[in-house]
């Protein structure tokens, strides 16, 4: 485009030498000595002014690699459908692999369930390398205008799913209108956007992608605070709730601050029923976190958790609860936080360290009553630091460290310890 409008520029002055002696000849039919000698000096400046241009190359070619072009955003794939609903389809292709020191038999991150050290299952499972394509994903957002409003939503699809982590599922199903949202997405209680950068798609300790049926209403309190609560379905599972007959679905609220400088901090809490045929209690927790804009190379995430009696909402976290003899509850209490430090050392380079730790209560009858069960631990912690490198837009390149112990109640120790690796091809 810029070579047509140097292209166009120099037929402009040709036609404004035309145009000059044309004027100078039609005002005067004689033309004195100072007149003329004006004239030759204007044309003289437009033809320095053509010479110049013309040392600028004219061609058009119908193919680049200059790298600017190539980093260019392109555009994403829309169109709309014959209910009239503008629809943009999007996604990526991902292969991950992973080289495994020590840690647990998985692709992907289970530092809670880890091999502990001196036994025969920490024997068999070192030295690995796996790869898979799993989490590849691909989904669509949808609008469409009504006398009402515009009803939108999302639909995103990936292959992650199941307890090997290589099965299709959904993962956002939901419709937007106004104010509402209904269907399956993300937690009101969690925040993956203040999860320091990781490789590893089931994140490390302290991070949660918990999704669940919700129903859930966003309103403002000022231009740069805004609220949320929703209702949740438990989403419960056997080994977070043993013999569990819930009822009720979980409440959940939230609110969120931006500053200026692009920081954000947001406060989270929830309370649940938990009931089985003998007994019932309640779970709560509070979450509080946010990113502080250190620099615009540098970013600094935070979140901070405090839940007692529930153990799906955060992962690699114990059991809710645990049940005595008598088949009564006895709720698990734990804090857990993640710390990490983000830098762009480039539009195409940028790294993340990070720090993830859970410290559970050793010292009431849920640990108790876990002291023999290695299965539950007493603290998890995961530290990483990796860097990505986008050599253009569609395509990122990844390598990540990564360490981390357990502890059980009875003070056994397992180890973490893997190389992993990403390639991405956006679309």
Known sequence: MKRLQTHFRRQQLMLAITATLCTQVSFSAEITDAELNDLRQQIAELRNQVAALQAQPVAITSQTTDTKTLSMPQPKLSFKTKAGADLNFYGFVRADASYQAKGASTMYNNISAVPLEGTAEEDKQQDRFQATATATRFGMDFKTPTAIGDVGGK?????????????????????????????????????????????????YVGGSLQRVPIVKYTDNITDKTNFAVSVEDPKYNTRSDPDNEMRLPALVGRINHKFDNGSVISGRSFVAEKKTT??????????????????????????????????????????????????????????????????????????????????????????????????????????????????????????????????????????????????????
């Open 278 to 427: 003998e007994d019932e209690n309640v779970s709560w927790g509070l979450g509080l976190g946010g990113k502080y804009q250190i620099t615009p190379e540098t970013m600094l995430k935070a979140d901070y958790y405090h839940v007692k009696g529930d153990g799906k909402f955060l992962f690699w976290a114990n059991s809710g609860y645990v049940l005595d003899e008598d088949n009564q509850m006895h709720s698990n209490e734990f804090d857990v936080f993640t710390v990490g430090l983000s830098h762009s050392f480039s539009p195409k380079l940028r790294s993340t360290i990070g720090y993830g730790y859970m410290k559970a209560d050793d010292n009431n009858e849920f640990a108790e009553l876990s002291y023999d069960d290695t299965s539950q631990n007493k603290s998890l912690w995961q530290g990483w630091v990796n860097a990505i490198y986008k050599p253009y837009t569609p395509i990122e390149l990844g390598v990540e460290y990564v360490y981390g112990e357990r502890e059980t109640f009875d003070g056994q120790n397992g180890i973490d310890n893997r190389i992993n690796m990403m390639a991405v091809y956006h679309f």
């Open 155 to 203: 639909i995103e699809m990936d292959f992650f799913g199941g307890s090997t982590r290589d099965q299709f599922r959904i993962r956002h199903a939901y419709l937007t209108y106004a104010n509402w949202l209904v269907g399956q997405t993300w937690s009101n209680f969690i925040a993956p956007e203040y999860l320091p950068e990781s490789l590893d798609a089931a994140t």
